[in-house]
C-alpha cells in the first residue's frame, strides 16, 4: 500500500470489509490536517470527522462510489484498483458535495452515474466548487443520469441504486441486494446526520423510515469509525439512531423547547445501545445542526 500514498494520502487506510468490497478510509487522525491550518472544507468536516469512498469489485470490473476529498485520494483509488486486475472502472456520485466529488476529473475517461439532481446542484454550484478552498477545477460532470432508481451489475454482482433525500435532497445509495447491504453515503452517518438542508427535515425523517423497512443486514456509511467499517459496518440500528436525534430536534423546536446541547447527553441511548459511537468532534456538527434548525423551524 505504501507504494501508492502521497503526503496527501499517508494516512489513507484500504479496508476490505467484504471480499471484492473495499472501503478508502482517511482521516479522524487527532492534531493532522492535509491542506491548511486555516478553515476549509477538506480538513474541517471531511477528514476531521473520517471519510470513506467505497470500490465494489468482480471479474475485472469496479464500481468506485465516490471520488474522495482530492486528487491525490481518487489516483491512489484507481491505482490500487488498476494493481488488483480491474480493467473497467464505473463510478457512481453519493450526491453533489465537495467531499464526495473531489476526485471526479481522476475518472474522467470513465462513465460517472448520477441521479439528475446530482448534476442539477453541481452545475448550479459550478463556480462555487470550482473556486472552493482547495478548488475543484476543472469540475468533472456525471456522464449517466437517472431517477429513482438505477439496476447495474459489477462482474457477478447485482447492484441497485436507489434516490433517498436524506441530508441532501440527492442522496442516492447503493443497494446490494443478495448481500442485503446498503453502501449509505451521507444519508447515514455516526455519531449523528450533518443537518444540511434543515428546512427539509421531515422529508429526512420520512425518508429514514421508508429505508428502515427495507430488509438491511449491514450499513457502510461514508462517514464513520474505521474499526467498524473494516469488521463489516453498522447494523439498521444506525437508521434508527440518525432519525431518532432529527425527531429530537424537530420535536424541541416544535414545543418550544431548547435542544440538549451536549450530543452526548441528546443521543446517550443510542451510544449505550450500541447503534452509534460517541466520536468528541460530532458536537461541533451538533451546535451547527442546532443553529440551522432553529433557523430554518422557529418563526
Same mark, same amino acid.
Given at each position: ?26 482521516g479522524r487522525v487527532p492534531g493532522k490536517r492535509l491542506h491548511a491550518k486555516t478553515a ?59 467531499? !464526495? ?22 452545475k448550479e454550484n459550478r463556480e462555487k466548487i470550482e473556486s472552493a478552498d482547495p478548488p ?30 436524506? !441530508? ?109 459511537? !460517541? ?18 423551524l422557529q418563526h
Amino acid at each position: 500500500m505504501m507504494a501508492i500514498m502521497s503526503e496527501m494520502t499517508s494516512t489513507l487506510r484500504i479496508l476490505e470489509p467484504y471480499p471484492g468490497i473495499f472501503a478508502y478510509y482517511d482521516g479522524r487522525v487527532p492534531g493532522k490536517r492535509l491542506h491548511a491550518k486555516t478553515a476549509n472544507w477538506l480538513d474541517d468536516g471531511a477528514y476531521s470527522l473520517g471519510v470513506a469512498s467505497y470500490a465494489i469489485v468482480d471479474q475485472g470490473e469496479a464500481l468506485v462510489y465516490d471520488t474522495h476529498i482530492s486528487l491525490s485520494h481518487a489516483k491512489a483509488i484507481r491505482t490500487h484498483l488498476e494493481g488488483l486486475g480491474v480493467k473497467k472502472i464505473r463510478v457512481v456520485l453519493s450526491h453533489w458535495h465537495k467531499d !464526495h466529488i473531489a476526485g471526479n476529473a481522476i475518472f474522467s475517461d470513465c462513465e460517472i452515474i448520477a441521479l439528475t439532481l446530482t448534476a442539477e446542484k453541481l452545475k448550479e454550484n459550478r463556480e462555487k466548487i470550482e473556486s472552493a478552498d482547495p478548488p475543484i477545477s476543472p469540475l468533472i460532470m456525471p456522464t449517466t443520469l437517472f431517477d429513482g432508481q438505477f439496476d447495474l451489475t459489477v462482474g457477478r454482482r447485482r447492484i441497485e441504486l436507489h434516490h433517498f433525500a436524506i !441530508h441532501s435532497a440527492d442522496g442516492n445509495v447503493i443497494w446490494l441486494p443478495q448481500e442485503r447491504l446498503l453502501l449509505a453515503g451521507d444519508t447515514l452517518e455516526d455519531t449523528v446526520t450533518y443537518i444540511s438542508e434543515a428546512a427539509e427535515i421531515g422529508t429526512h425523517i420520512g425518508e429514514l423510515a421508508r429505508m428502515a423497512s427495507w430488509p438491511i443486514a449491514k450499513i457502510l456509511p461514508a462517514h464513520g469509525d474505521a474499526e467498524r467499517i473494516a469488521a463489516g459496518g453498522y447494523g439498521s440500528d444506525l437508521i434508527d439512531a440518525n432519525r431518532a436525534y432529527l425527531r429530537r430536534m424537530a420535536g424541541a423546536i416544535a414545543a418550544g423547547q431548547d435542544i440538549d446541547p451536549s450530543l452526548k447527553s441528546l443521543v446517550a441511548e443510542e451510544i449505550a445501545s450500541g447503534a452509534v459511537l !460517541h466520536f468528541a468532534p460530532y458536537e461541533e456538527v451538533h451546535a451547527s445542526n442546532i443553529a440551522a434548525v432553529k433557523a430554518a423551524l422557529q418563526h
